[in-house]
């Protein structure tokens, strides 16, 4: 699914048959689960930011989560997390985030 050169990976709010993720704050609830997965762990108000490996976007004017590939070499069980949210809910995923724009 994600290629070992990757950097980083886009979860985006845009299924496999182009329908629109909801609910509309999915990938706030995503990023704000994974904010305890950060380099050098969860420290004290840790949850109050987003994971720099984890962060909610916009890219062509869709929802998507921005998932660096760090986190899957960091915490293996967290990238497996976010990697089988996007396959049960049957999300589009892109190294290059370009699938927004796609008919």
Partial sequence: MVSSQAKEIFIMGVTHDGRTFRPSDWAE???GV???FRPGGA???SHLSYSPWCVPNLVNGAKCVI??????DAEPMAW???INFA????LQVSETGD???RP
């Fill in 99 to 101: 699938l927004a724009s």
């Fill in 29 to 31: 609830r995503l990023a």
């Fill in 43 to 45: 420290g004290p108000g």
């Fill in 87 to 90: 396959r049960d809910n049957k």
């Fill in 67 to 72: 998932v660096q590939c760090e986190l899957r």
């Fill in 34 to 36: 994974m904010s305890p």
């Fill in 80 to 82: 497996d997390f976010v």
